[in-house]
């Protein structure tokens, strides 16, 4: 078992869906995206190229950041995902400069205190910031409090009105991700580097 | 489940309907503890199949905005003005009502036209005429003109539709001019953007983009093509040239069966009609004479070519008159206009109308159809300006020549309610043109009653962009009176009409404005006092609004009890009516607006409750049995539709559809009759039954020295640019590079010493705005593009960017500026820019 | 269009991306830890007791109070000790700790005990240790090309060296370190000499650096030629290595007092900038390197 995503940058229209998405799901404050959609502009008009780039934590396999972990607050799991448990990291972002994809956030003290519109938070925000803590890192879960209630489908695929975002098992050969990648030739970001990530990109 | 019940429970899903834009899509919403912590798309729907753009993503930043309204408030600075605080103090609703319904029962027993209406709610269509049962004639806003008064109209006469898309499950070869449809905006974005992606990516289905800026869908297509703003139909006509006078292709046999192609049309376009029976005819060619358009006849012997001397009279087959209108746009003039080059015009055209295999069939659940795999889609971007009637005929007409319209493969009419489309039998074994869905048209005066003057648009929709202008001067067409009041409903006409500085100045003049809405905006701000809606979160209704591909009822439910002290909109109305003295007449508008069925029908002096009226209109809809406790239980109504009534609807009932339109010439007609006997100079001259290029349009007739053009634009993140105050949209649209300034082309700024970040002036013939200049590579060099998302200036804390760019302000709005035909005003602008910082 | 890749900040664009996280409290850990340590070492060698209590001082509040300010939950620091098998910085922390208990303790022994040789050993390798961890944790990062280099832990060796030399020279002759006579005399010299190497390092780091990809090289441009060119060539090589070196040429260590007093500050500004821009220029490589930009 090993989870990962396909993104289909011919599919993706760079809506954003996504990127509010999950910051509903995960409850993430202001400047907190684990995820978000890149615009990558070429050529001079009129032979411009246009694509949108979601990027995300690539949940790797080889992962920097857990290796440089000095607290084991990161840590993979059976089923490949990469996570961070809260109440062990320290905030010392060696895993922030060691993740090559720049996918790691850190939360500044106070940042949980406060919401979109000040101190006083909404009802949402009163829920849902509860479930962070600051002075820690973070990053993309690949939604694993759904996973573990058996909703394996993240809350950014899950939106994707264009459906960009494939998630699945990259173990199983006949998982739709698998498939996908067969077919079209699923590249993984930044390979050169040894992690082996578990998001594909179809282009 | 009653709701009741439902909001008991400590953790659960309440399925209910979107309306973070003017569109509905299924959703359900996650509530613990009574706080809503997740929206997603409803996975059972067959719309929008779970899926969610970010603005419906983000529906919980609405829910929970502390900025909402959460009582009655009224103002207590008697100092209007932008920026200026109201200083609300909160208030009863016994004070907010009756304070409101003292001050407009007197304004209607002194004169009902000094009110002023402004009621948007897409949602909630049936609340539309409030003004007119009140015995106003005004519609002081703009949802329809700033996007659609001239494209429902056309829909209306082709298809009996209000709105119209390709087929996305058959198109091969998508042409989309000026429109969103499947990456940005318009109809139902979230479900047809996974419509598109499907067609693109796993039909391989070809795309071309025509926009002046590299929008979504312009990054996504096959090909980019920029146009000129407002020149679209030039490139459509010289396509239609290139086919019909180099390729040679059109589809004859759609032409002689399905349309009017083959009516006789004399010399001054008008039909020639048999004298006895005033029939319209056609050229039989296998008896070589006229012959009255119902007789029997061989498909293959009507003419559609030629010309023919019939009783003496000089005449044509419509078909023929089009294509001798068009003898002139050779790719080579209409490339001069719109900037596109005749080769490309030209290879365009032999792709698209090779792609539309004619003559080919497609069998869909065992019935036959033509099948014409390429269409061309087109919206605002494409019709928003002068002459915008003839820009939507012209995209019409490039899709019936190849025989698409409402055929799997083509251009399909999309309708605006559960009714679908409305095909009624008409003259000449015509479908009955149906260009107003809306309402009924104004009836013609001599002395314009309404300040939008829609008695003089005939078959337009009401042009509120002309309201200021003849408030602010009434002289100029005979006002005899002056508005005193406004009632505001889930709009913002401060911000949406064009020419702002002469709204604010009718703003300015107001003694009383009340307005309903749930944040303050930009019109609100200057209210006197504000009646607290409910979200859509907390409210119930019925809706249905041009969706594409499926039909029947979204149901809206509270999926919480309501937050504040807030009243469903249609309540607070009603209670309104009741208390000026109207009831009667309004509880008979609702019976007509909520499609009552006779025994459903309200009595004249009773209060409905929005609930009430609801569960009259389900069971009036779908019968007794199905009324509002049945949607509690089950939800939505809504499914797929079938291919009989997505294909074909005119010609299942045998009618014809028009490519020659008479109709509207003949409205023009007999508009300036009427005009010239009332002594007034009206120019009729865009009611034509060809859409031809004209030069007099007066964009591209501005004085040199505002060398730019220059347009706005809606993306995925956004509506209008109200969605900016929701703060998960403004962090995500604030890290866009298109969302951050005035974008230019890079050439362009080159050779005007402009740099990304520097403070430009904007100055058109009728504003001046500021703008951060965003250079980019992404627009057309002649133009600058601005998104809606950086023109905020109300006091709402989220969404206030260093510099606000409100594009309207640059927009004229006058009825030389309006079209002529269908009241459309003009979306883009022509200016000049100076660096100031 | 000028550069086709862009460096970018918070844009959704797709380009370079500066790290932002390690600034200068981890720059400041850096420095304390180098010139502590450096001033350790030394000050075993040189028998000084005030220089190794006062080089544990530099690495115990300096480095581990920098550090200690930069986590965000300082309280967790123990919890960084967990994976010493794999993170550079449990390693450090433990060489740390090895270095104060080590350190402390010699200072409490007399000379003459016999454990003093082997814990005099053990404590210097724990400050070499600190002294060049963080070169190694720099290099280990295959995130941020420029500091991907094998040069990196010989730079932060050299730089200790240096900055534990000049803090000796500063102790001397401001009169609190006795030191014989020979080694005095030599001083002068090995502070030139660390100097002229440095400066070669540093050069030789930057030319390797040129072809660590396009990410690398974007550092190096904004090192050399960015926004970051004026502090480090004014502050990290002009004021801490050329001044340095001049001054020590010219006038020299005997030139009194006040003259070692400059050349000790100039150091140490220089020693503190070169990391503070090394970090400052750390720049990741653009996501998807395989979609043609
Ligand atoms: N520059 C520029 N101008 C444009 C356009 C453009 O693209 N660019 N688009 C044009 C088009 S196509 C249209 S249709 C119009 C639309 O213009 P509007 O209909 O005015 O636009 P909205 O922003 O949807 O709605 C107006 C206000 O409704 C209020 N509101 C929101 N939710 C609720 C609710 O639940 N209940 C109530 N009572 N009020 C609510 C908010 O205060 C909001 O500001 O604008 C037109 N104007
Ligand atoms: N995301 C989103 N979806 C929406 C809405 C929304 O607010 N947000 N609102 C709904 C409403 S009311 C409407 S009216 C529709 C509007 O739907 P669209 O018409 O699809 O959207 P717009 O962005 O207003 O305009 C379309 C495009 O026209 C381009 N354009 C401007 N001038 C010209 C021109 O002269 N020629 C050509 N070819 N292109 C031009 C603009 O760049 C823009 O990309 O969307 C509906 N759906
Ligand atoms: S939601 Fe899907 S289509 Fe939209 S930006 Fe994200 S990945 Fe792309
Ligand atoms: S993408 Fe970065 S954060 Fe995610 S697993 Fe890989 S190295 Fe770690
Ligand atoms: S910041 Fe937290 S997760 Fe990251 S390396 Fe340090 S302890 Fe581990
Ligand atoms: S998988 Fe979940 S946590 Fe990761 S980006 Fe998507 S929604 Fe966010
Ligand atoms: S398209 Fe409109 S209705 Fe659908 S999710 Fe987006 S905002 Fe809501
Ligand atoms: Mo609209």
Redesign the pocket.
Do not use: M
């Given at each position: 078992m090993r989870y990962g995503m396909v993104v289909d940058l011919k599919r993706c229209v760079g809506c954003q869906a996504c990127t509010v998405a999950c910051k509903s799901e995960n409850g993430n404050g202001p400047g907190i995206m684990y995820t978000k959609v890149l615009d990558q502009v070429s050529g001079e008009y009129p032979n411009v190229r246009k694509q949108f780039v979601p990027v995300l934590c690539n949940h790797c396999k080889n992962a920097p950041c857990q290796r440089v972990c000095p607290t084991g607050a990161t840590y993979k799991r059976e089923d490949g995902l990469v996570l961070v448990d809260h109440d062990k990291c320290m905030g010392c972002r060696a895993c922030y400069v060691a993740c090559p994809y720049n996918n790691r956030i850190f939360l500044k003290r106070g940042k949980t205190k406060s919401g979109y519109y000040g101190k006083e938070m909404t009802p949402y925000e009163k829920v849902k910031y509860a479930e962070h803590q600051d002075g820690i890192v973070e990053k993309c879960k690949f939604c694993a409090h759904r996973i573990d209630e058996g909703i394996t489908e993240t809350s950014c695929s899950q939106t994707c009105p264009a459906d960009a975002r494939i998630f699945g098992d990259l173990d199983d050969p006949e998982s739709k991700v698998s498939r996908l990648i067969r077919s079209r030739g699923g590249r993984q970001p930044l390979c050169e580097d040894d992690t082996d990530p578990s998001v594909y990109y179809l282009d | 489940m009653k709701q009741n019940e439902m909001v008991a429970q400590k953790d659960y899903w309440a399925k209910s309907a979107c309306k973070m834009?003017?569109?509905t899509c299924a959703i359900r919403a996650h509530v613990v503890d009574g706080v809503v912590v997740k929206i997603e798309g409803d996975p059972d729907n067959p719309g929008n199949r779970g899926k969610l753009?970010p603005?419906g993503q983000s529906g919980i930043n609405r829910l929970y905005d502390p900025h909402r309204v959460k009582t009655p408030l009224k103002r207590t600075n008697p100092e209007k003005g932008v920026g200026v605080d109201p200083m609300w103090v909160p208030i009863s609703w016994e004070e907010a009502l009756s304070t409101t319904a003292e001050k407009l029962k007197a304004i209607r027993e002194d004169d009902p036209r000094k009110l002023l209406v402004s009621i948007n709610d897409?949602h909630r269509i049936h609340i539309w005429g409030w003004g007119a049962a009140f015995g106003s004639p005004h519609y002081f806003s703009t949802?329809g003109q700033?996007?659609?008064a001239a494209y429902h109209p056309t829909n209306g006469i082709l298809d009996g539709a209000f709105a119209a898309i390709n087929d996305y499950d058959h198109c091969k070869y998508w042409i989309q001019?000026?429109?969103?449809?499947g990456f940005?905006?318009?109809?139902h974005?979230a479900s047809s953007i996974k419509r598109m992606a499907d067609a693109r990516v796993n039909r391989g289905m070809k795309l071309v983009v025509?926009?002046?800026?590299m929008?979504a869908?312009a990054a996504k297509a096959d090909e980019w093509i920029a146009?000129?703003?407002?020149?679209?139909r030039a490139f459509v006509l010289g396509m239609v040239y290139t086919m019909l006078y180099e390729l040679n292709v059109y589809d004859a046999w759609f032409m002689r069966k399905h349309t009017n192609g083959i009516h006789l049309i004399q010399k001054d376009g008008n039909m020639l009609r048999n004298p006895e029976n005033n029939k319209a005819m056609v050229w039989d060619t296998a008896t070589g004479q006229a012959r009255d358009s119902d007789a029997e006849m061989d498909i293959q012997d009507m003419a559609l070519e030629g010309s023919y001397q019939v009783n003496g009279v000089e005449c044509r087959p419509a078909f023929q008159v089009i294509k001798d209108s068009l003898a002139d746009h050779t790719p080579e003039r209409m490339s001069e206009i719109c900037s596109v080059s005749a080769a490309t015009i030209r290879r365009i055209a032999k792709e698209y109308s090779d792609a539309a295999s004619i003559g080919s069939d497609i069998t869909l659940d065992g019935k036959e159809y033509p099948y014409r795999p390429a269409a061309v889609n087109?919206?605002?971007?494409?019709i928003?300006?002068v002459d915008g009637g003839l820009d939507a005929l012209a995209m019409k007409l490039v899709n019936l020549i190849v025989g698409n319209i409402d055929v799997p493969g083509g251009h399909l009419g999309v309708g605006l309610n559960h009714q679908q489309l409305i095909i009624e039998e008409g003259q000449d074994g015509m479908m009955k043109p149906q260009p107003h869905l809306l309402h009924p048209p104004g009836a013609f005066i001599t002395k314009p009653d309404s300040f939008q003057m829609i008695e003089w648009y005939p078959i337009g929709i009401d042009p509120g962009h002309l309201c200021a202008a003849n408030i602010m001067d009434p002289d100029h067409f005979g006002y005899d009176y002056q508005p005193e009041a406004l009632i505001i409903e889930h709009s913002n006409p401060m911000w949406n009409l064009s020419q702002t500085p002469k709204v604010k100045e009718v703003f300015k003049k107001l003694k009383f404005i009340v307005a309903i809405d749930i944040v303050l905006n930009e019109s609100s701000d200057w209210a006197d006092i504000i009646l607290p809606d409910l979200s859509y979160l907390e409210s119930d209704l019925l809706i249905c609004i041009e969706s594409p591909m499926v039909t029947g009822y979204f149901y809206r439910r509270p999926v919480i009890k309501p937050l504040y002290d807030s009243r469903d909109a249609t309540d607070i109305l009603s209670d309104l009516a009741e208390r000026i003295g109207f009831l009667p007449n309004w509880n008979g508008l609702l019976n007509h607006t909520c499609f009552l069925a006779p025994e459903y029908h309200l009595e004249p002096d009773k209060v409905y409750s929005n609930l009430e009226l609801t569960d009259r209109m389900a069971k009036s809809i779908y019968g007794p049995d199905q009324g509002l406790e049945w949607f509690q239980e089950h939800g939505h109504a809504t499914r797929l539709l079938r291919p009989d009534e997505l294909y074909m609807s005119a010609a299942q009932k045998g009618l014809r559809i028009p490519i020659y339109f008479n109709f509207i010439k003949e409205v023009g007609e007999d508009l300036d009759k009427k005009m010239k006997a009332a002594g007034r100079e009206w120019d009729t001259s865009s009611y034509l039954p060809v859409p031809i290029w004209r030069d007099s349009h007066p964009l591209h007739n501005v004085d040199p020295e505002y060398d730019m053009y220059a347009?706005?634009?809606?993306?995925?993140?956004?509506?209008?640019s109200e969605s900016t105050t929701m703060p998960w949209i403004e962090e995500v649209i604030s890290c866009q590079p298109i969302h951050l300034g005035v974008m230019i082309n890079g050439k362009t700024a080159k050779a005007k010493g402009i740099k990304t970040g520097d403070v430009l002036k904007i100055e058109s013939p009728f504003g001046v705005v500021e703008g951060l200049a965003r250079v980019t590579e992404e627009v057309h060099p002649e133009c600058i593009?601005i998104s809606?998302t950086i023109s905020r200036w109300s006091r709402h804390p989220v969404g206030k960017r260093k510099i606000n760019t409100h594009f309207n302000q640059l927009l004229p709005a006058d009825v030389k500026w309006t079209d002529g035909m269908t009241g459309h005003l003009e979306?883009?602008t022509r200016v000049k820019l100076t660096v100031i910082a | 269009m000028g550069r086709a890749i862009p460096l970018v900040e918070k844009e959704f664009v797709s380009g370079f991306r500066q790290q932002t996280e390690w600034a200068w409290l981890i720059a400041s850990a850096f420095f304390f830890g180098k010139v502590g340590s450096g001033l350790f070492i030394m000050s075993v060698v040189l028998d000084s007791r005030l220089g190794m209590l006062v080089g544990l001082l530099i690495v115990l509040v300096g480095k581990g109070g920098a550090h200690f300010l930069y986590l965000g939950r300082p309280w967790r620091f123990w919890r960084g000790m967990a994976r010493p098998n794999s993170a550079w910085i449990a390693r450090g922390i433990w060489a740390m700790s090895f270095m104060m208990a080590a350190g402390f303790l010699l200072l409490l022994l007399p000379m003459s005990s016999a454990l003093y040789m082997p814990l005099a050993v053990f404590a210097s390798i724990c400050a070499f240790v600190v002294a060049v961890y963080d070169g190694f944790l720099l290099t280990s990062s295959p995130a941020i090309p420029i500091w991907n280099s094998a040069l990196m832990p010989v730079l932060c060796m050299f730089y200790s060296f240096l900055g534990g030399t000049t803090m000796v020279l500063f102790m001397k002759h401001m009169g609190f370190m006795q030191l014989d006579e020979k080694f005095a005399a030599f001083l002068p010299t090995l502070e030139i000499g660390l100097l002229v190497a440095n400066l070669l390092i540093v050069l030789m780091f930057l030319m390797g650096s040129i072809n660590t990809g396009s990410a690398g090289r974007e550092s190096f441009d904004l090192l050399v030629k960015g926004p970051y060119a004026l502090p480090f060539f004014s502050l990290a090589i002009g004021v801490g290595l050329v001044f340095t070196l001049l001054m020590s040429v010219f006038g020299g260590a005997h030139a009194g007092a006040g003259t070692v007093a400059l050349i000790t500050v100039a150091d140490l500004v220089g020693h503190f900038f070169i990391f503070f821009l090394l970090l400052k220029i750390g720049v990741f490589k653009p996501v998807l390197g395989f979609l043609k930009i």
């Open positions: - | 834009c003017i569109h753009c603005k897409f949802v700033y996007c659609g001019i000026g429109a969103g449809d940005s905006a318009h109809l974005l025509v926009e002046p800026r929008s869908g146009t000129r703003p407002g020149t679209d087109y919206y605002r971007g494409a928003g300006h347009f706005a634009f809606k993306e995925a993140q956004s509506n209008f593009a809606n979306t883009a | -």
